[in-house]
């Protein structure tokens, strides 16, 4: 069965310092894979999606990047973090091949507190 | 543009009456419409999805929802509610059905509360 894995499950950091955020797919091949943030426990946000390695697509231009050095691997980052950013970070993967291919299926999640 | 309503932020339900989560679209062509539950501090979880044939949709959990093409509804439901389906729950559309990359719009989320 496929698991999906997020770490760090909660972080918090400094204004203006560097943001990694690691998401993983277990039992699975070449997933389309999604970064969703959630403001104030509700309304996800769409951040980033990918249909393959190395292949991102971003939705809103903010302060954040995503990449996906490996097939089932998906980070997203930032270089300097505002306090904007905020939130509970969620990972989802769905597979573009089989009958239940339009299911996403979410991760634990991240919540990050930027102060 | 397209679009998912969840008109309502609140739905409060004694436990053991029925419950109904409302969900209304606005999406080109025929979307693919999924339910999905949110306890605090945990990902989202699947609990159903229409993709076609029956208008009504059963789920994990006893949950179930009704697709109303006319009235660009998914509206989801129970027949007795437990005080365990206390949650956050999101509706979301599918609109492209001809693409690969499965990209979901979700509502705003309506909070569940089942009193005991």
């Known amino acids: 069965s496929q698991t999906i894995h997020q770490w760090p499950a909660t972080l918090v950091q400094p204004v203006g310092s560097p943001l990694s955020l690691e998401c993983t797919v277990e039992g699975t091949s070449n997933p389309n894979l999604y970064w969703y943030r959630q403001a104030a426990g509700r309304g996800l946000q769409l951040l980033f999606y990918s249909v393959g390695i190395g292949q991102i697509s971003s939705e809103v231009p903010q302060n954040l990047s995503a990449s996906r050095p490996q097939d089932r691997q998906f980070i997203l980052s930032s270089k300097k973090l505002l306090l904007s950013d905020s939130g509970f970070y969620l990972c989802?993967?769905?597979?573009?091949?089989?009958?239940?291919?339009?299911?996403?299926?979410f991760g634990p999640g991240t919540r990050l507190t930027v102060l | 543009a397209q679009s998912v309503a969840q008109p309502e932020d609140q739905v409060n339900v004694a436990e053991g009456n029925p419950l109904t989560v409302k969900c209304t679209y606005s999406?080109?062509?025929?979307?693919?419409l999924f339910w999905y539950v949110q306890y605090p501090n945990r990902g989202l979880q699947f609990l159903l999805k229409y993709i076609t044939g029956d208008n009504l949709v059963k789920g994990s959990y006893g949950f179930e929802a009704e697709f109303n093409k006319s009235q660009t509804s998914f509206h989801l439901k129970k027949p007795s509610a437990l005080v365990s389906d206390s949650a956050l729950y999101f509706c979301a559309v599918r609109p492209d059905r001809g693409s690969t990359l499965g990209r979901l719009y979700f509502g705003r989320g309506t909070q569940l509360t089942v009193w005991p």
């Open positions: 999406v080109s062509g025929n979307p693919y």
């Open positions: 989802a993967w769905s597979n573009p091949f089989r009958g239940e291919k339009d299911t996403q299926y």
